[in-house]
Every structure is written in structure tokens, then in C-alpha cells.
């Protein structure tokens, strides 16, 4: 079946620092990829999407590019905002799967005081 | 554009008791999906509906639950008997078409908590 491993977290930054957060995915097939965020106490909100192999998606400074050779889909921000502490869900779907979503576990993020 | 709406945003039940949650999908979005998402275990699937249809139920639990999706009015996830291990956030989302390219919103959750 499909499933998605994201890197654990707490992953702890300062202001303006880099940020990568990994994602690998198992599929058959071309799955969408997606990265999800979730503010505290709020249901998700699509960051960016990738539909097929190359595509980098790209919103509010992230970006993660569709790496079908390595079946990977990574989130980066060059320099991450308090405002950016949230949980990313990485995440797929496939038409063999009627398009519901599979899920990474999530990352927290949050930023040293 | 009114979101996807959802409520209960928080509902308490003793054990033995029935939960009902609804979720209102985003105008003119015919297909809805529920989330339920446990501590520690992200979200997982558990119905995708089409109005009056269940598509994929693979991810609901064989007894005490149910969803629908009637043509009038929104989709309810009802739980019957609950126990203390269904206390979790309960996500709804919709989208306006079955391809990978139709973005799914969601809504804001209802958190149940079973006592």
C-alpha cells in the first residue's frame, strides 16, 4: 500500500535559519504529492502540491520539488519566521486509491525563544 | 466562499454514548473525506463519500461507525457506544472533483473527548 515517512520531529530553529524537513513516499504508480500545515488548535492548510515527477510546488517562501528517482519530496525554507511554528504533514494521493490522502506522522517546529 | 464547516468544534460524551459530528463541505464540493487523528499517530483515512454514496469506507473501524452523506444537508460521522480510545480530532475535508489535482480542504476538526 501507499505510505509516507517524514523525518521526526521537534526540529528546533532559530529565526531566519534553513530549514529542510525530508519526505519519502511508497507508491504504485504517479501519486500527487502535498505538504500540509497545521497551526495549533486548526485544521490543515495545503502549503504547496506537486502533481508529477520535476514539479516544484512553492508558497509563502517553501518549496519542495517531486524527486521520482529518489521518491522524495522535501520541504525547504531558506529563512524561517516565528510565525512559521507549526506541524507539516507530508502527504500523497493516487487515483488507485480513490485520491484519499496518506499521511507522514507530521514535524513540529518551533522556534528558540 | 464559506470553508469547509464543521461542528461540533468540541464534544464530550461518557462512555456508552453516541457522537455525532457533521461537516459542511466548501460550496459546490460533492466529495468529502474524513480524517481522524489520534496522539502520536498523524492522520489517518477513514471514509470518502460522494453524496449518497460511500466510495471507500477501508478505513473505518468494522463496528460502531457509520458516515453518510445524504442530498440534502451535510455529511455526519457518527460513532456509537463510544469508548475512551475514541477520543481524538476528527477532520473533515472536500473537494470539488476525483482527480490527484483537486485540492482537498478541510475543515477545522472536531475534538472529542470520550470520559
Known amino acids: 500500500g501507499n505510505s509516507v515517512t517524514q523525518m521526526e520531529g521537534p526540529v528546533t530553529l532559530s529565526e531566519e535559519a534553513f530549514l529542510t524537513i525530508n519526505c519519502t513516499y511508497t507508491a504504485t504508480g504517479y501519486p500527487s504529492l502535498f505538504w500540509y500545515v497545521q497551526y495549533p488548535g486548526e485544521g490543515l492548510q495545503l502549503l504547496l502540491k506537486a502533481t508529477k515527477a520535476d514539479d516544484k510546488g512553492s508558497n509563502k517562501g517553501f518549496e519542495a520539488t517531486y524527486r521520482k528517482e529518489t521518491t522524495s519530496f522535501h520541504l525547504e525554507k531558506g529563512s524561517v519566521q516565528v510565525s512559521d511554528s507549526a506541524v507539516y504533514f507530508c502527504?500523497?494521493?493516487?487515483?488507485?486509491?480513490?485520491?484519499?490522502?496518506?499521511f507522514g506522522k507530521g514535524t513540529l517546529l518551533t522556534m528558540n525563544p | 466562499n464559506a470553508g469547509v464547516m464543521q461542528n461540533p468544534r468540541h464534544l464530550v460524551r461518557r462512555r456508552g454514548q453516541e457522537a455525532r459530528l457533521r461537516c459542511s463541505p466548501m460550496k459546490g464540493h460533492s466529495h468529502v473525506y474524513w480524517y481522524r487523528q489520534l496522539p502520536e499517530e498523524g492522520l489517518k483515512f477513514m471514509v470518502y463519500l460522494q453524496k449518497e454514496n460511500i466510495i471507500d469506507e477501508s478505513g473505518m473501524p468494522k463496528e460502531r461507525f457509520s458516515a453518510e452523506f445524504p442530498k440534502e444537508g451535510p455529511s455526519i460521522l457518527r460513532i456509537q457506544q463510544v469508548v475512551r480510545g475514541d477520543s481524538a480530532a476528527y477532520f473533515c475535508a472536500s473537494s470539488s472533483g476525483t482527480s490527484g489535482k483537486n485540492e482537498q480542504f478541510f475543515g477545522p476538526g472536531t475534538r472529542l473527548t470520550v470520559l
Open positions: 502527504a500523497l494521493s493516487a487515483v488507485s486509491s480513490n485520491y484519499k490522502l496518506t
